[in-house]
């Protein structure tokens, strides 16, 4: 150990791993197994005093800086410089009178839903419970509820914050706004933030769940569903996925080894109002699987279902503004089990409120987009690269009527200086630009969707 990070190791709480010791590895190690972080230190961060001494002593050094979070954080893996995990800063503090809750940097959705629901309250998490909160609300954050309640940053109180100085700073709307605007949707681009209080909403339980359809009513449903869309209210917020399903013994029996498509469901309503409403989707055909029922909302995990062991995967998506004829043909081709880059792909109903700016403007863009179109491609071994052509055939069929992208599903691997660009309206980049300048002009902070400073 150098005398520099042995002088770390004795200014923080938690412990300090330099390349080749004993939880290095583990610590650098992510959700996504794809790629890994390969810093010169590791520093496990205890609560925000770590943060900022670990900050501070990257820019004394000119040592860039990332963070490791936890949930799915890793897109594409640092090199060199100072890693700032922070896993271990996991405490939650609701206040139900307030309807707010105080998460740390490394607390996720499931100990904020678990906090939240003996007081009648849920937060505004995403599909899966095991997501970090932080990052995933820094990114905009499109959850189960997107429709009713808008994005996760638009409810966002307070962020605590490690700049570029070394200072932690408290952020506020009133307390240094432009700040304020720039992390809510400008994701990891200034800075470390240690904590953030959030708005909790009332709803305690939720109508949701799956229909699967086999393979040859998949047109039928993709028309059904989009002319469907249309007539839905904001508090019922649905996906469908086109998924080919190996033929594996952990994969459902109806299921395995099917081509189906699978639409999720959450309504804000009750059973009853939600039968009425999913009524044109379940007359498409047969079910192989329907679960839709009323939950509480500690199970609203179960309605995507999604993976929870570490895997290698890549994803990419784009805003649209409509899905019209030449959509679903497409999708299908890419789709397709018999595609040469098979993929698994989704499309999302946007609008509402999503689609409605804030009381508090943030940096979050393209709320004109009314549906997302997603690729999602795993790896086929756990030592073989991600085939990306099938994301590239998407942005070749559909990239010319996107609005541009959702940073939260720009997933593995570094997207390119343009992507990152297309993640925001013209006139919102530009401003991140220049607040990119004036609190990280030497971009201390690398994050995995980098926002550089201009140029001087």
Known sequence: MSDDVAALAGLVRGPVFPPGTEGYAEECAGYQTADRHRPAVVVCATGAEDVRVAVEFARERGLTVAVQAT???????????????????????VDAAARTAWVEAGARWEQVIHEAAPHGLAPLNGSAP??????????????LLARRYGYAADHVRRVDVVTADGRLRQVTAEQDPDLF????GGQGNFGVVTGMEIDLVPVARLYGGALFFDTDLIPQLLRTWREWTETVPEGLTSSVSLIPMPDLPGVPEPLRGRFVANVAIAHDGDAAEGERLVAPLRAVGPRLVDTLAEIP??????????????????????LLEDVDASTIPALLDLAAPDSANPCIVFLHHLGGALGRPPAVPNAVSHRDARYMVRALTFATSPDAAVDQKAHRRLVEALGGSALGHSPNFMLGGAPSSDQVRAEYDPET??????LKTLHDPTNLFRHNQNIPPARR
């Open 130 to 143: 095991g997501v970090g909160v932080v990052s995933y609300v820094l990114g905009g954050g499109m959850g």
């Open 181 to 184: 605007w720039a992390l809510r």
């Open 71 to 93: 949930g799915h954080g890793l897109s594409a893996g640092a090199e060199g410089g100072v890693l700032v995990s922070t896993r271990r800063m996991t405490g939650v503090r």
């Open 429 to 434: 980049y530009q401003r991140l630009v220049e």
């Open 297 to 318: 909302y500690t199970e609203s995990g179960s309605i995507h279902g999604d993976p929870t062991q570490p895997h290698a995967y890549v994803g990419t998506n784009l």
